[in-house]
C-alpha cells in the first residue's frame, strides 16, 4: 500500500509539473489511453492486466502544428466501444471519462465485464484532477455535451440506455434515464440543443430524441441506416447528421449513411461507400469535410486476406446536402479517434496500435499528411476536442 501511494504521489507531481508549464486558455484535447490490450507477433489481441490506463490532457492551441501532452491523469477507459467515450465542455472546464468494462480476474487471466462509471476531471484545476465518480448504466460508451455546456448524454450499451446529466459550475450529476430499446453506443446533440441522435448497431438504426431543459425523450423513431452504426456527427449548420456503418472490419466496403435533419420527420437521403470498417468519424467546424477512419485489417490477424499493417482516413466533402467521398490518406496502425482543431485547420488522428497521433493539415477541402507525430504514454482508444 504504501509503494501504491508512493507511486501515485510520483505520478501527480509529474502531472502537476506538466500542466504548470501550460497556457490557462489553451485549446485542449482529450485522449483516452487503454493498455489493457496487446498485440502480438502475429496481430492478435491479447488481454493484459489492469492499472496503466492514462487520460492524456493536449494542448492543441499555442502550436496545432505541434501539440503538446500537458498532463496525463491514471484513469481506466476502454478500447470497446466507439472512440467517443470522453467529452469536454464547450469551455474547456471539465471532461467526462465513460470507463465501459471494468477488469475482473479470471483464474491466471482477466475478464471483461460490464462497468457503469463515468469519472469527471476538473481541467481549470493545476494540474487538472479526478473531481467526481458517478454511477451510470452498465457499459456506459459513447458521451455527448450540448453547446451550452450545461446537459451531456451517455449511451450505456447493456442497459439499452442513455443516462442525462446536468452540469452547473464544476458539479455534474445524474437527472434521468433513457430507455432506448436496443443497445446503444453513441450519442450527438444537433447544434440547437433540442434533438439529439443515439447510435443502435445490433438494430442498425439510429433513434430520434427530443430534448428540452433537462427533460430527454425518446420519440419511438427510429432511422434506418446502414450495417452496425457504431459513430455519428453533426453538421455545424444542424442540417446534416453522417452515421459511420462499421459493418465488420472484414475486408469488405462498408458506408456512411446521410440523414437529412431538416425533413420532416428527419430522413436517411444517402449511403456513400467508403472503405473497410469506418469507426472514427468527425465532421469539420467549417462545416466544408467530414473524416471517417477506415480500421482495414488493422485489427486482424497477420494471416487474414484483409490484413493491413495501417489504417487510413477518408475525406468527404459536403456541398449542401451532398456528401461525396474525395480523398483517401494511409494513417498509422489501428485508427480510432479524430478530432479537429477548433478553427478546423488541422486533424488529429489516434493510431492505436502506434501509440501516436497523426497530425494532418487542412486547407479547404485538401487534406494533407504533415509527417509529424505526437507520441503518447499508451495506446490511444479515444479522443475528442471541444463542441461546436
Do not use: C
Not at 130 to 147: C, F, K
Not at 148 to 162: C, E, F, M, Q, Y
Not at 194 to 221: C, E, F, M, Q, W
Amino acid at each position: 500500500m504504501n509503494a501504491l501511494r508512493a507511486g501515485l504521489s510520483v505520478v501527480l507531481f509529474s502531472v502537476a509539473i506538466l500542466f504548470a508549464t501550460s497556457p490557462s486558455s489553451a485549446q485542449l484535447m482529450i485522449v483516452g489511453n487503454d493498455q489493457k490490450f496487446a498485440w502480438d507477433e502475429t496481430n492478435t489481441r491479447q488481454v493484459m492486466p489492469p492499472g496503466k490506463d492514462t487520460v492524456s490532457i493536449v494542448d492543441i492551441g499555442t502550436d496545432p502544428a505541434a501539440p503538446k501532452i500537458v498532463a496525463n491523469l491514471p484513469l481506466m477507459n476502454s478500447l470497446i466501444g466507439p472512440p467517443t467515450n470522453l467529452a469536454m465542455t464547450p469551455d474547456e472546464r471539465l471532461a467526462i471519462v465513460a470507463n465501459s468494462l471494468d477488469w475482473v480476474q479470471d483464474g491466471a487471466s482477466w475478464k471483461q465485464v460490464p462497468d457503469n462509471k463515468v469519472f469527471v476531471i476538473d481541467l481549470k484545476m493545476t494540474p487538472p484532477v479526478h473531481a467526481a465518480t458517478l454511477e451510470v448504466g452498465r457499459q456506459p460508451s459513447g458521451v455527448a455535451i450540448n453547446r451550452l455546456g450545461d446537459l451531456a448524454l451517455v449511451a450505456n450499451r447493456v442497459d439499452k440506455s442513455i443516462s442525462v446529466l446536468s452540469i452547473q459550475g464544476r458539479e455534474v450529476k445524474v437527472v434521468g434515464t433513457v430507455t432506448v430499446g436496443d443497445e446503444v453506443v453513441a450519442v450527438a446533440f444537433t447544434p440547437d440543443g433540442k434533438r439529439a441522435l443515439a447510435v443502435k448497431p445490433t438494430s442498425h438504426k439510429i433513434a430520434l430524441l427530443d430534448v428540452s431543459g433537462l427533460n430527454v425523450t425518446y420519440t419511438k423513431y427510429d432511422l434506418r441506416v446502414g450495417l452496425t452504426p457504431y459513430n455519428i456527427d453533426v453538421t455545424p449548420n444542424g442540417k446534416l447528421a453522417i452515421v459511420a456503418d462499421l459493418g465488420e472490419s472484414d475486408g469488405h466496403i462498408d458506408t456512411v449513411s446521410v440523414i437529412d435533419l431538416e425533413a420532416t420527420p428527419p430522413r436517411v437521403i444517402d449511403r456513400v461507400a467508403v472503405g473497410d470498417a469506418p469507426e472514427g468519424l468527425a465532421i469539420s467546424p467549417t462545416g466544408e469535410i467530414a473524416v471517417a477512419a477506415l480500421l482495414r485489417g488493422t485489427n486482424a490477424p497477420k494471416t487474414a486476406w484483409y490484413y493491413n499493417r495501417n489504417g487510413s482516413i477518408v475525406i468527404l466533402s459536403i456541398e449542401g446536402k451532398r456528401v461525396t467521398k474525395i480523398k483517401e490518406l494511409e494513417v498509422g496502425g489501428l485508427p480510432e479517434g479524430i478530432v479537429f482543431s477548433p478553427d478546423g485547420k488541422y486533424l488529429y488522428v489516434g493510431n492505436l496500435i502506434d501509440r501516436d497521433v497523426s497530425i494532418l493539415r487542412v486547407d479547404g477541402t485538401n487534406v494533407t499528411d504533415t509527417g509529424k507525430r505526437l507520441k503518447l504514454p499508451g495506446q490511444p482508444a479515444s479522443m475528442r476536442g471541444r463542441p461546436r
